[in-house]
């Protein structure tokens, strides 16, 4: 089976901090992603990256960014936590290609304080 | 830009009603559809896919099909149980290229569905 492992599930950071959620792989996929998720808004996606240190912005970019310096690891990184970055965050991956499926990780629900 | 559009919830039925949730999708080429469901304080998991026009995806007693003339991939299924309430997500991958952003999976907002006994 494929596993998507975000390194932690609740993850409660102050307003300033440098946060960084870390995903892992083990299918060798070549994409990863990096979703948010709000109550109404859906999966909005973050960063995108379809290969070892390439990455695409996503449609909310702005306050964020990513590290993927191994083809299992894709990390995002909080510059600045700010209040209104608390939410769910959910990492995927998949193989390349339009008829494939993305393979979530549980999630990790950032509360910044 | 590629888009897809399901309807509001949260939708409440009784145990054996039918369930139906609609999809629509804007999208160039030809995007492949993709239904995923979300269990309380899990991630979300892939319900049943299709790729290409006529398509029919299923699995666990949920059917969708892939119609491009209404650009529509509606979920059904005929007779739900508590153990389906959850938020089901439409989602579409559009032909992607190396190097493009094309190989993005889109969603809707989700649909959430609670299941009375």
């Known amino acids: 089976d494929v596993k998507v492992t975000q390194s932690s599930r609740y993850l409660v950071k102050r307003t300033g901090e440098k946060v960084f959620l870390e995903c892992v792989q083990d299918?060798?996929?070549?994409?990863m992603f990096w979703y948010r998720q709000d109550p109404g808004l859906g999966l909005r996606l973050i960063y995108f990256s379809y290969d070892v240190k390439m990455k695409e912005k996503g449609d909310i970019p702005e306050g964020y960014s990513v590290s993927r310096e191994k083809k299992e690891r894709f990390s995002l990184i909080l510059e600045s936590a700010s209040t209104n970055q608390t939410s769910m965050y959910l990492c995927?991956?998949?193989?390349?290609?339009?008829?494939?499926?993305?393979?979530f990780g549980q999630g990790t629900r950032l509360t910044v304080v | 830009g590629d888009s897809v559009t399901q309807m509001e919830g949260p939708v409440t039925l009784s145990e054996e009603a039918f369930l139906t949730i609609n999809c629509t999708y804007t999208?160039?080429?030809?995007?492949?559809l993709f239904w995923y469901v979300q269990y309380p304080g899990e991630g979300l998991q892939l319900l049943l896919k299709?790729?290409?026009?006529?398509d029919k995806g299923s699995n666990k007693g949920f059917e969708a099909t892939y119609r491009k003339e209404t650009t529509s991939f509606h979920l059904e299924k005929g007779s739900v149980q508590v153990s389906d309430s959850a938020v089901y997500f439409c989602a579409l991958r559009a032909p992607d290229f190396y190097g493009g952003s094309q190989g993005n999976l889109i969603f809707g907002k989700g649909t959430k569905l609670s299941v009375k006994p």
């Open positions: 999208a160039t080429g030809y995007p492949s």
């Open positions: 995927a991956s998949s193989l390349r290609g339009v008829n494939t499926e993305a393979f």
């Open positions: 299918m060798d996929h070549e994409n």
């Open positions: 299709a790729t290409k026009a006529d």
